[in-house]
């Protein structure tokens, strides 16, 4: 508990994740472009700090939690980013989700300055990032790794090493596209079921004793029931993830057909003005495109 | 425990379901097209009959399990069909996959000679057959499910009454849409990953601890590892479900968008000679359209 | 000239034909299930018969022009049926859109009768109908075709032998394939042109030019931009017929990718209530995905 | 003829393309990164130049032929680039296929500059470049599109002015989406055809009679049944162009499901390691997930 930690980006997820540090007892210099949540953390015992390359300058370890690769980028190599303010030996450890290829340009350019970095990408949201139960995905050295882990261990629960760098990015993008195909598929088997005049409460019910169980189900299902598309997690976030999974299938030559068609869904959903909602509401293109709702029978 | 059971259908499910029956101390008459079977199972205690007819002259309740629509339709109202052979007051209980349409045919011409019929297909597999697990989803009146119910119960597990007629069916047809669209997410996911040169073991592991976590990455992804294609479920018979689905969506209006890609998937599965093979051999086609092969790292 | 032609159907696209072969000089006995047409066409000349098995008795050659493959069956094969009234020698006709795998059959149980089929289904929709324009693929025996072609010659321009008995019927389930994916293409082509705010208009004059030059551009694109969806070619009859490709498909063992993705948009056209709309109404489901609509620059 | 032209890039279209202008009597000063097609048209009469901008300085209208958006905006905008070369009152016209967003990026660069810009993409391929006839679909302002127009006449037919700057590139974009739809469509159409046992080059025959016509069936078709992927279009340049097109679409919010699934087959077929050759081996994959292959029945 002795390094030093910096945390740069306090959004949604961000924010719970810096605090749940500082109440594990790390020592911790925070940055975030708008100025709200830094002072907010200050008083919980936070030092704030005016840019990345100050965060830099105070931590052995910085970690960044930011929308998408150009943030990254920027963050870490732009103008007073880390790589200004950063010395050998430290670590740099990104828990956006951004692009594998974008996290290895990024990694070379810290190796070049004798700093080490992981890609750990996280999963399970919101109530994941209070409640220290994230699923994080780690990619990079594996002695890096281990000298993060209690970091790890405070912010999630199924922390899994995967392999080099990008390795973390890639398997975040893997999950992405099963959970974002299932809800597709959950939302068509409910859609048939309640155009067929058959109680999806119902349906759900059974499927979850067999192999068609999945979290997906029970959680993306029971929202579709309620139609709670209140997120969880965005609609527009899901967009942009499954364009950086399509990227790297591009990339590696892996074509990905369901993927890609989930992805347009995904696209439609947005330009429908639920880019805000949570993904579970793919199910209502499937309900206009079928002129029906989805409701549970009355009980 | 007094109702005398028929069984039409004693192939790689029906036998074992006939033979748990029997242990329960079911007295049971049973019909196959095949005589090995029967006489297997007569050795065991059964009585065997000659016709789909005998079998129902004999016995309280009666059970079919047989491949398709036509199979069914034929059985039951056939000549030499059970329905020549049931009295007034007893029941047909209809476990095979099924077009929801056909049943609700058969369960009108039943009905008129004072029948009342369940449709009831499984999930599980042969091994939830031996073993007494199976999910049943059951459609037709509830009094008639009541008193099926302590049957279902020596078959399987997780036992739900959907609703009406039809409504078992077009329950496992949403099923079969969520198993099948799932396993070609996991399956490009890991060809994804396999592609990226990250290890697919560890990152169905990761998967494992958030919403993707299903039953089919842990089973099907296992599998796909140690291209284990052995069935299973065989390709042919899940080309044969999504077909219903389809044809189900059809005829009351839900595009199934990802649904008919995986079909379409299955159909090329099937082309490509693999008829026979478990469903999760879905991974050979994106494999093969993306000219590599999953394999976990050496240990 | 000297042989009586029989014609059974006469629907939108059966009457014109029927009465072009009247005005060319053909004795023609003719039979509907409704009797107006029947009555219409016989004050131009044709003679009226009671059944199909009627009109068999009086032709030669008999013609069938009906909405699919169960009615197909059934007035060939059925009771009072065309082939209780056919004798050795003569040739039945088969001019609508059906099964390939149907077509087989029937024409299978004819020639065990000592009479040669063709089927022989056509394009080009009532316009080609009314003036003798249409595209006729035929199966069938050559010297069969030869023997009809006079006929054809009266109700057609593009007459094509393709092969077999059912290469007719490949070759309409073909050409439906090919249209219905291009409508989808230039649907989401004008719409991605409206939506990026270009003149969805000179879009399509500039793409006349090229690759992309098609007849569905010419035609149908410029339906898209009138806002013309009064039929032309009906999107449930194009629903059915892509039905007739993707069992084709599943028969020999082809995966129709995009075409069973177009299925399903003409699946959720028709649960939109657009089921007598024209096929290029598909621009629509583009467009309320895209939440924008397509319309030509005022000029 | 008064107008000096500049022309960079000199690739596969863009060479024979500089060739028809020097042949038409301008003054052409040209650039390409390798210096071997520069000393070629030297030889032919035009100036070499060792920069963009040295072109930049030299002529009043400089037209760009290059791969993608990053080489475009690096010429046009980098360092040494166009802009540091250009005067107020000279003209760009970019004939590069390329993102519209870019586009707009680089018109207003120019414009704050004093400059005005064309994007004016082409279709027509090395044969259309070569003999002039290419199609020209052009975006930026009405009366430089007709101060350039002299030019385009010399380069290609069929010219159209669509819209603003980005205008061409949508159009282009909408040009490829067609194209590339079409001949997944025509693929599986033809594989059916075979895989049915009916000649597909009879099919193609009956096919270019109706509502299917289209350049596609007639060239691309007649290619697949000559098995003759000899670029023609280059399968990895179409990945690319309906790349942009989906990106458009994400832009503004128009979910292209039928495009995205072709985007992933031709992201196979590079996969294949088949990105040399024409686009028309998409018929390949086809081919390969039915185990079949498309041959005309031998005459």
């Known amino acids: ?138 990619g990079g050295p594996k002695e890096t790794f281990e000298r993060v882990l209690p970091i790890f261990q405070v912010l999630g629960k199924n922390i899994v090493h995967i392999g080099e760098n990008g390795a973390g990015q890639v398997t975040k993008a893997c999950n992405q596209i099963v959970v974002a195909v299932t809800i597709q598929a959950v939302s068509e088997a409910l859609v048939l079921a309640a155009k067929s005049g058959v109680d999806p409460a119902k349906v759900r019910q059974a499927l979850l004793g067999g192999f068609a169980q999945s979290r997906i189900l029970e959680v993306h299902g029971q929202r579709i029931l309620e139609r709670n598309f209140k997120p969880g997690f965005k609609a527009r976030l899901h967009l942009k993830d499954l364009g950086i999974a399509l990227a790297t299938g591009k990339a590696v030559g892996v074509p990905l057909l369901t993927t890609s068609l989930v992805h347009e869904m995904l696209n439609a959903l947005c330009a429908a003005g639920r880019e805000e909602w949570d993904h579970s509401a793919l199910v209502t293109l499937v309900e206009e495109l079928s002129h029906t709702e989805v409701r549970a029978a009355a009980t």
């Open 1 to 138: 508990m002795a390094e030093r930690v910096g945390f740069i980006g306090l959004g949604i997820m961000g924010k719970p994740m810096a605090r749940n540090l500082l109440k594990a007892g790390y020592s911790l210099v925070v940055h975030n472009r708008s100025r709200g949540p830094v002072e907010e953390l200050a008083k919980e015992g936070a030092t704030p700090a005016s840019s990345p390359r100050e965060v830099a300058e105070q931590a052995e370890i910085v970690i960044t939690m930011l929308p998408d690769s150009p943030e990254v980028r920027q963050v870490i190599l732009g103008e007073n980013g880390v790589i200004e303010g950063i010395r050998p030996g430290c670590i740099v450890v990104d828990m956006s989700t951004i692009s594998p290829i974008v996290t290895k340009e990024i990694a070379a350019a810290l190796a070049a300055k004798g700093v080490s970095m992981l890609d750990a990408p996280v999963s399970g949201g919101e109530r994941g990032a209070i409640e220290g139960t994230l699923s994080i995905m780690v």
